[in-house]
């Protein structure tokens, strides 16, 4: 089956600088690949997600890069807030699997005032 | 607005005991999920169900079972519960395909001692 691993497991940047959170997967027929966040206390929540015939995808801060020849894909936020403070989950999908999704293992994102 | 709840947010069982835990959506979504998030394994697919009395094993289904009499409850049975079952369990569902957004409810923790 799929395999999703994530890095790294914590970050702790300073408001305002970038960051960047890898995942890689191991099936290539995978080609859906969304991005979960998950604030203390609460619920994790979709917040980019990017199919395979796409390379790159932004949404104000964040934005998703598809490499889909190394199987790796990132999520990157730039100038940093610390309500972006949470703990984000990569996963992938295909097809054939459904509406299954395998998600990596985590990053806990600290960032500091 | 989008709503998955669940039963309990806190619960503590003794090991042996029959465990429920229950999830209710209001989306009138076919799918629906059972997960279990501890730290550093991410959140890990226990069982889903894409139909009424349809049911299929996710990674980790050792322990568990499921039921889903109607479209918008999914149970989570514990039939002995022991102490490696004690974690955070999330339900969430979603529409019917392999690229829909994942609703997650608020969480139950589950202590077994």
């Known amino acids: 089956g799929e395999n999703v691993e994530q890095h790294p497991s914590t970050l702790s940047v300073q408001e305002g600088d970038s960051a960047v959170i890898k995942c890689t997967y191991s099936?290539?027929?995978?080609?859906?690949f969304p991005w979960y966040k998950q604030e203390l206390g609460k619920r994790p929540q979709l917040i980019i997600d990017i199919r395979s015939n796409v390379g790159e995808k932004k949404d104000q801060r964040i934005a998703v890069t598809l490499n889909k020849t190394a199987k790796h894909f990132s999520l990157h936020i730039t100038e940093t807030q610390p309500e972006d403070s949470a703990v984000y989950f990569c996963?992938?999908?295909?097809?054939?699997?459904?509406?299954?999704?395998?998600f990596g293992e985590g990053t806990q994102l600290t960032v500091n005032p | 607005d989008v709503k998955v709840t669940q039963s309990s947010r806190y619960l503590v069982k003794r090991t042996g005991e029959k465990v429920f835990l229950e999830c209710v959506q209001d989306?009138?979504?076919?799918?629906m999920f059972w997960y279990r998030q501890d730290p550093g394994l991410g959140l890990r697919l226990i069982y889903f169900s894409y139909d009424v009395k349809m049911k299929e094993k996710g990674d980790i289904p050792e322990g568990y079972s499921v039921s889903r009499e109607k479209k918008e409850r999914f149970s989570l049975i514990l039939e002995s519960a022991s102490t490696n079952q004690t974690s955070m369990y999330l339900c969430a569902s979603s529409l019917l395909g392999y690229s829909y957004e994942q609703y997650f409810g608020p969480g139950t923790r589950l202590t077994v001692t």
């Open positions: 099936d290539s027929a995978s080609n859906y």
């Open positions: 996963a992938a999908s295909k097809r054939s699997s459904g509406s299954r999704l395998t």
């Open positions: 989306m009138d979504h076919e799918n």
